[in-house]
């Protein structure tokens, strides 16, 4: 079945750095990624919705200047929190489609923690 | 917000029993999807349901849609410890037939009691 990777799976920084995070998709190409944000016990939000070889479609009231989204290939998309804040501590899930199918899969997910 | 909103919010049933989770959205769809997502992890795909489809079988899974109330149920048979999990809906109402922007539940945590 398809696979989404995410690298890290944990992560902690101090208040003020930038941090990358990745989301690969294994065994499939992925034309589109999504990146979503998760607080503790509530649903995922949709921030921004990356397509091979052009700029991200951000959601209303993400900041795009802080949160990087490149998806340089087929089978990558990196998500950079740019000087990251106490606020910004919280579960990032990306998924992909692939192209032909109706069903995005979901990677295991990245917790960062700001100190 | 075009957020859905799962009830109950929380459930706990003894293993064994049937857990049913409802699913109502705003907007109409082209399909709604039930994931499940084990405490810190990601989320896994359990099933989907086209808008021109009213019930749906996987398993021990069955999906229902009534799209004139805009809402969905999830039954899991025969719970089983394995099932405790947070399980969501999301709604895909695009413009295309396929996968855009998923809209999520608010989710319902599922308890089983051993």
């Known amino acids: 079945g398809a696979v989404v990777s995410q690298h890290p799976s944990r992560v902690i920084c101090k208040s003020g750095t930038s941090v990358k995070i990745e989301c690969r998709s294994l065994?499939?190409?992925?034309?589109?990624m999504f990146w979503y944000r998760q607080f503790p016990k509530q649903s995922l939000m949709l921030m921004a919705t990356?397509?091979?070889?052009?700029?991200?479609?951000?959601e209303q009231g993400v900041e795009k200047d802080k949160f990087l989204i490149n998806h340089a290939s087929l089978t990558l998309s990196t998500l950079t929190v740019t000087s990251a804040h106490p606020e910004d501590s919280s579960f990032y899930i990306c998924?992909?489609?692939?192209?032909?199918?109706?069903?995005?899969?979901f990677g295991p997910g990245t917790r960062l923690t700001v100190l | 917000s075009q957020q859905g909103e799962e009830d109950p919010q929380a459930l706990s049933i003894q293993e064994g029993e049937n857990a049913t989770m409802n699913c109502s959205y705003k907007?109409?769809?082209?399909?709604l999807q039930w994931y499940r997502q084990n405490s810190g992890r990601g989320l896994v795909h359990l099933i989907l349901?086209?808008?021109?489809?009213r019930e749906k079988h996987s398993g021990r899974l069955r999906v229902t849609l009534d799209t004139s109330k805009k809402s969905s149920s999830l039954l899991i048979t025969a719970s089983r410890a394995a099932d405790t999990a947070s399980y969501f809906c999301?709604?895909?109402?695009?413009?295309?037939?396929?996968?855009?922007?998923?809209?999520f539940g608010t989710g319902t945590r599922l308890t089983i009691i051993p």
């Open positions: 349901i086209r808008s021109n489809e």
């Open positions: 065994d499939f190409q992925a034309t589109t």
């Open positions: 990356s397509n091979e070889g052009s700029k991200a479609t951000y």
């Open positions: 907007t109409s769809i082209n399909n």
């Open positions: 999301a709604t895909d109402a695009g413009p295309n037939f396929g996968n855009e922007k998923l809209t």
């Open positions: 998924s992909a489609r692939q192209s032909l199918r109706d069903t995005q899969y």
